[in-house]
């Protein structure tokens, strides 16, 4: 009778019978582990390409709503954005259009530029600042309204990026003259500066003034001085500047008399009558050959530090508002332009 078989010899069979399956897995592990090795630089470059892919910009278009007008754009990792036409403005023959602002410095030379560059919806607009009045002509400006309710097409607007602009010079005489009204000064200073713009004084009666001018005289019943008496007031301040002031004014004719006693002597004075007003004469603007009148008053007060003189002149306003209406009318008939009070749009 035969025995049977025992388990250890089962279990060595059964793992005599298991290990070329075991190897084969072992060795198609390290055969997998070598392809892998094998493939990395495979695997890194595809990596790399899927972020320089993600990276890389693309360009594409976009287009307003409104009238469907396009836009490039530029698409990157941090989104979109619009791209510069104006770098293209570097690779071109020719200006798509002209634009910039030409700065002229005398009247003539403003006007003979907007007649070469206008067109016939060409606008001009003047700013009429006292203290720094200018002309702008914008030459690609909008045309009127024309069209009407129901027209499809209406006119072109122009981009108003071409122009020419006239800062009006202001004369030195204006200058000095407005600079000072109503500022007090001292005896030598007020004196010096009469004798510096003596030139400006005018010696012309009351009756060659324009209306508005001796109507405001009459009425404060002015005593014009004329140059001479002008220089005789000055040379007077200067050589009594340190004496003793005594003051009296007539009434009746609004001239104020002042007698100075010498600290030095034993009281002689001399008097020295001064008007109450004068007028001058001068261009509003630089260049400008027509002059205009100007009214002032004389002003006195005693303070602390002695005397003190000024003037005051009469609405200076509408002198400049005459001169700059005069200028602006001749801007408009030589060019034939519309000429607008204010400023145009940015």
Known sequence: MEEPETGEGTAESVQESAAPEAVAQTYSSSVHRDHLVDRTGELLKSAIGVAEEHLRPSVGMIRDPRDNTPAHIVMGPNGA????????????????ARKGTVRLTTLDSFIAVVKRFSFDTSAIFACDDMEKPSLTAIFDYHPANEWGVGDEVPPMIQNG????????PLSPEWKAWIGMDAKPMGMVEFARFLEDHIVDVSADPVEAFGAASQAFVKANRGNLATPTKLIEISRGLQIYE??????????????AQFTFDSQHTDGDGKPLILPNMFSIVLPVFRGASDPFRLVARFRYRKTGEGLKFWYELWRPDLVFDTAFQESIAAVGSETELPVYIGAPEL
Do not use: C, W
């Not at 791209?83 to 798509?96: A, C, K, N, T, V």
């Not at 340190?242 to 003051?247: A, G, N, Q």
């Open 242 to 255: 340190s004496s003793v002031i005594k003051e009296a004014k007539n009434l009746s004719t609004g001239e």
């Open 81 to 96: 954005a619009i791209l510069d036409p104006g770098m293209f403005d570097l690779y071109r023959q020719f200006p798509l």
């Open 161 to 168: 990026h071409h122009r020419a602009a006239y800062a009006f």
